[in-house]
């Protein structure tokens, strides 16, 4: 299935950029080895092909038995608190309340089977080995595996050592990965006897390490395989030894030595440049980082191109990468020259800039295409606030945390959010304005997780800005003392700061931080009995967003989420399904999961009052799994928990329990996509037929795409065999599942055959 911004990979593995060569055998035996134990570590050394392996065995894994697989990338990653959350983030999960990732990810893979992936561990090995212990005595449908150059020494662990390809006298799997690099390098290239037994020679050479003969075929586009045999058996020079390094570690560091000795110099200064980089990167954050010097705005492009064709750096889209033992060595080149500082505070730079103005920026157009650039570049955010801290540049620390409070917020990473404001506020002088603005951040972040612990945080930004005279400051300290007392059940309170609030925010010209503020009071009236009032405060709010000329977007949807409740209260049920459905189409285009959980579940409430009971099972199930995915219902607010336990019971007393949990069940086991696409028909109504009735025929391109689907291609495989983009096979697939009425790709098949057959 495809998932919308923000969402995460829900069982997605990586795209194979290239074929799979050799190790038939050892796939068999991790194979055999996932099916004994729950956990299995494939170690090795750097270089010698553990992700591929683990790749394939969790693709082939995934197929064969049904299983969800969730593969989890950590090499980005430098801070160990910070894995739950990584791996909270892969499953899909948001954080939503209280709860710890470690819980929400343990909670998520307690029901069902399911293969997790955890990537390049050795540097987190303590941190992996308790995620891994807890999900073992937890969780028992899933199993683990993990990649890692030592093993995770964990009670019940498979150890699954792999070693460098074999190369044996006729050729072998090293010859044939060569071949088969080197044909892609040279199209056309013959290989005949006298070639394969060049390579034989090389590939020995180079101790049958993968990434060394990966590198090597590559550089056959600019020399004889003759000459380059030559020239590694005269000794690549090495710029420096892997300080305790095996011989096969140096045979590959040479390896590496040589692709460097090969590319130009500015090229060169481009790979210990992009080093700075933790995961996926754009170009304009490498045109940024990287410019200066012999780098002139031409040379960097040609540069980077460059990098590209000897493949140092990988490709994907809008995006590019280094795989890590390449990165590594540009990281230590950058600290032979004493550039990694200054790279480090470019990279800080770039990234709080795209910080801030997605934040200042939160009320133009373009809003969705920001998020989804921050949401691509997580690990790059982390890195920079990590960065930031170990420098001492507090400031500049502060200043990201606090630009990142709606993107936090709406990406459901309200835990990760407060474990940064947490840190960065810990070096904030007592009552400086950056660190009210910090406070106003954590405690906003702790309000939408109904934690009392706002309120203390609240009073104290409130103080610093009426102390500092800054309107901007104000006004935020205002909002979050807003929603923080009404957590606490201070609704005087909370009315008083709405107020003075939304003076100061509008007469700031703040409109994204004052509609905001208006949806947040207007959600505290509903809950009190006044939803005329609210009503008419957000039929406001639309004009003003109407003015400004703004698209729609997460304003609108906030916004339109609460006219809905109003409208429910005052029983116009027809206007509060409108406003619920286009509120969950356009907050979901962001990712924002705890606005899918909030209009699902009044929509349930809508079709109760309606009559159409199975239609709201239906969606009570499917606003659960999305609760489920924040770690608890209704941000604990216990009016409207009131009010969903009372739907739940009349539903039950006239569907009986049997039906309402079938029901219940469909949804919950729907897509979000699917959920979405059947929620928005016919003005949200969920038909009281069987599945098969409620059927639409796909379009031919549909079909084509739904039996490539079958066949196990994934989206992007498929994109490539039918020359198009992604993003359109990705919608494809959103709208084959939510006609076809099933909940995962697998079932796909199985519906196909049902349809040809009919």
């Known amino acids: 299935m495809t998932q919308e911004p923000g969402v995460g990979p829900m069982g997605g593995l990586p795209l194979e950029a290239t074929d799979f060569v050799g190790r038939g055998g050892e796939l068999g035996a991790l194979e055999a080895a996932l099916g004994q134990s729950r956990l299995v570590t494939v170690t090795g050394p750097g270089g010698v092909g553990k992700t591929r392996l683990a790749l394939r065995a969790a693709r082939r894994f995934r197929d064969t038995h049904g299983h969800g697989a969730f593969w989890v990338e950590l090499s980005a990653l430098t801070d160990p608190a910070l894995l739950p959350h990584t791996v909270a983030s892969a499953l899909g999960l948001a954080q939503g309340d209280a709860v710890s990732a470690l819980d929400a990810v343990v909670r998520r893979l307690q029901t069902g089977n399911s293969l997790l992936v955890l990537d390049t561990c050795e540097h987190l090995v303590d941190a992996c080995a308790e995620l891994a212990q807890a999900l073992l005595r937890h969780a028992g449908g899933v199993t683990v595996l993990a990649?890692?150059?030592?093993?995770?020494?964990?009670?019940?662990?498979?150890?699954?050592?792999?070693?460098?390809?074999?190369?044996?006298?006729?050729?072998?799997?090293?010859?044939?990965?060569?071949?088969?690099?080197?044909?892609?390098?040279?199209?056309?290239?013959?290989?005949?006897?006298?070639?394969?037994?060049?390579?034989?020679?090389?590939?020995?050479?180079?101790?049958?390490?993968?990434?060394?003969?990966?590198?090597?075929?590559?550089?056959?586009?600019?020399?004889?395989?003759?000459?380059?045999?030559?020239?590694?058996a005269n000794g690549v020079p090495l710029l420096a030894r892997l300080r305790g390094g095996t011989p096969r570690h140096e045979t590959l560091r040479a390896a590496i030595d040589w692709s460097f000795g090969l590319c130009t110099q500015a090229e060169q200064v481009l790979w210990e440049r992009l080093s700075v980089f933790s995961g996926p990167f754009d170009f304009e954050a490498a045109q940024y980082v990287c410019a200066g010097g012999i780098l002139d705005p031409a040379e960097l492009v040609e540069s980077l191109a460059g990098l590209v064709d000897k493949s140092v750096l990988i490709r994907d889209g809008e995006w590019y990468r280094m795989l890590d033992m390449i990165r590594e060595y540009g990281a230590e080149l950058a600290r032979s020259a004493g550039t990694t500082d200054t790279l480090r505070e470019g990279h800080g730079v770039y990234y709080t800039e795209l910080a801030r103005i997605f934040d200042r920026d939160f009320d133009s157009a373009g809003q969705l295409a920001r998020f989804t650039t921050l949401r691509h570049q997580d690990g790059q955010l982390r890195r920079a606030l990590e960065n930031a801290l170990d420098a001492g540049r507090y400031q500049q620390a502060a200043l990201l945390a606090r630009s990142l409070w709606m993107y936090w917020f709406i990406s459901g990473r309200a835990t990760e959010g407060r474990y940064w404001c947490y840190r960065v506020a810990e070096h904030l002088a007592p009552g400086t304005s950056e660190r009210a603005w910090v406070l106003s951040t954590n405690a906003y972040l702790a309000a939408s997780q109904a934690d009392a612990a706002s309120y203390g945080m609240a009073e104290e930004a409130m103080a610093i800005a009426t102390a500092v005279d800054d309107?901007?400051?104000?006004?935020?300290?205002?909002?979050?003392?807003?929603?923080?007392?009404?957590?606490?059940?201070?609704?005087?309170?909370?009315?008083?700061?709405?107020?003075?609030?939304?003076?100061?925010?509008?007469?700031?010209?703040?409109?994204?931080?004052?509609?905001?503020?208006?949806?947040?009071?207007?959600?505290?009236?509903?809950?009190?009995?006044?939803?005329?009032?609210?009503?008419?405060?957000?039929?406001?709010?639309?004009?003003?967003?109407?003015?400004?000329?703004?698209?729609?977007?997460?304003?609108?949807?906030?916004?339109?989420?609460?006219?809905?409740?109003?409208?429910?209260?005052?029983?116009?049920?027809?206007?509060?399904?409108?406003?619920?459905?286009?509120?969950?189409?356009?907050?979901?285009?962001?990712?924002?999961?705890?606005?899918?959980?909030?209009?699902?579940?009044?929509?349930?409430?809508?079709?109760?009052?309606?009559?159409?009971?199975?239609?709201?099972?239906?969606?009570?199930?499917?606003?659960?799994?999305?609760?489920?995915?924040?770690?608890?219902?209704?941000?604990?607010?216990?009016?409207?928990?009131?009010?969903?336990?009372?739907?739940?019971?009349?539903?039950?007393?006239?569907?009986?329990?049997?039906?309402?949990?079938?029901?219940?069940?469909?949804?919950?086991?729907?897509?979000?996509?699917?959920?979405?696409?059947?929620?928005?028909?016919?003005?949200?109504?969920?038909?009281?037929?069987?599945?098969?009735?409620?059927?639409?025929?796909?379009?031919?391109?549909?079909?084509?795409?739904?039996?490539?689907?079958?066949?196990?291609?994934?989206?992007?495989?498929?994109?490539?065999?039918?020359?198009?983009?992604?993003?359109?096979?990705?919608?494809?697939?959103?709208?084959?599942?939510?006609?076809?009425?099933?909940?995962?790709?697998?079932?796909?098949?199985?519906?196909?055959?049902?349809?040809?057959?009919?």
């Open 147 to 232: 990649t890692s150059r030592q093993s995770l020494n964990v009670s019940g662990e498979y150890v699954f050592s792999v070693g460098p390809l074999p190369v044996q006298a006729d050729g072998g799997d090293a010859v044939e990965l060569f071949v088969s690099r080197a044909q892609a390098a040279v199209p056309g290239l013959v290989v005949d006897e006298e070639v394969r037994e060049l390579a034989t020679r090389l590939c020995r050479s180079l101790d049958g390490m993968p990434l060394a003969i990966e590198l090597a075929a590559v550089r056959l586009r600019a020399l004889p395989l003759s000459v380059l045999i030559e020239h590694f």
């Open 471 to 758: 309107p901007a400051l104000t006004g935020r300290a205002h909002q979050v003392m807003h929603i923080s007392a009404a957590t606490v059940g201070k609704v005087q309170e909370a009315y008083a700061a709405a107020e003075r609030g939304t003076a100061i925010l509008r007469a700031a010209a703040d409109l994204s931080s004052a509609v905001t503020l208006e949806a947040q009071q207007g959600f505290i009236e509903v809950a009190v009995g006044d939803a005329r009032k609210a009503l008419e405060t957000m039929e406001r709010n639309l004009r003003r967003l109407d003015e400004h000329g703004l698209e729609p977007g997460w304003l609108h949807a906030t916004t339109l989420y609460v006219q809905s409740l109003a409208r429910y209260e005052l029983a116009e049920y027809p206007g509060a399904t409108t406003a619920a459905v286009t509120a969950l189409r356009l907050g979901t285009r962001m990712g924002d999961v705890l606005g899918a959980a909030c209009n699902l579940e009044n929509l349930a409430w809508i079709a109760t009052r309606t009559g159409r009971h199975e239609s709201a099972a239906w969606l009570l199930g499917a606003a659960d799994t999305q609760w489920n995915r924040l770690g608890g219902r209704l941000i604990g607010n216990p009016v409207m928990e009131q009010r969903h336990q009372e739907i739940e019971r009349e539903l039950r007393g006239s569907l009986t329990d049997e039906r309402f949990e079938a029901r219940w069940h469909e949804g919950a086991t729907h897509p979000l996509a699917a959920v979405i696409e059947r929620a928005s028909a016919g003005g949200g109504a969920i038909a009281e037929l069987p599945a098969g009735k409620r059927q639409k025929p796909l379009t031919p391109r549909e079909r084509e795409v739904a039996q490539l689907v079958a066949q196990g291609l994934s989206n992007r495989e498929i994109a490539e065999h039918l020359v198009l983009s992604k993003r359109t096979i990705d919608v494809h697939v959103e709208h084959i599942l939510a006609k076809l009425g099933v909940g995962s790709r697998q079932d796909i098949a199985a519906r196909l055959e049902d349809t040809d057959g009919s």
